[in-house]
Each structure stands twice: as structure tokens, then as C-alpha cells.
């Protein structure tokens, strides 16, 4: 089955009455999809079935933050893998600039520096 959705509307939107009844406030949007192969229009809904408190953690780094990493001079193949996973040498800091994520696949964390 090939879905592809055509419309979301937000719940309170013109097109949402029906199920904003039914749901109340758990509505979150209504989903238009179609079925190109079977030749079918499906509506789904989005519900809210649990709210919790949360805090987000604040030591976490986002995956495309940009960290710095620290090379000794004469660890060329480790700069070559770090160019060639996208990173950027900067030679104000003398350091390697790269996302984090790249730097966790590479297995460098404990190369970072702060700058």
C-alpha cells in the first residue's frame, strides 16, 4: 500500500468539527491520506494519550552543533578521516571544527575542547 498524505489540519480547523467532538482537546490534527493503488482517501487523527512533566536535559548537545577537536601535530591520517567526514580546520583556534554527531561515529569525544 502507497500512502501519501495530501492535507493536516491543526485540531479547530475547518474540517476537523467532526472529530473535535468525539475527541475533545486529546485531538491534535486530522490527517488526509490517499491510497493511489487501492484508490482509496483515509483520514487519520492524531491524539494526545498521555502528558507528563519533562525537562529537557541541558547538558545534552544537539547532533549538528558545531564542537571543536584537538589534534597533535603528525596525527595525519586522523586529519584526513576528520576531512573527510566534512570537517574544517581552523587556524585561529588550532583546532578541528565538525558536527557532533560526526564526532561521535569518528569515536572523538574525548578530543573535544571547549572554545
Partial sequence: MTLYTQKKLAAGRPGTGKWQKKYGDALV???YKYDLQNRRKIKTVELVVESEPWDPDKSRKPANKIVAVKIA???VSLGRL?????GRWNKQEKVWELPFRDVINLGLQGRMVNK
Fill in 29 to 31: 490534527c486530522v490527517r
Fill in 82 to 86: 576528520i576531512r573527510s567526514a566534512g
Fill in 73 to 75: 601535530y603528525g596525527e
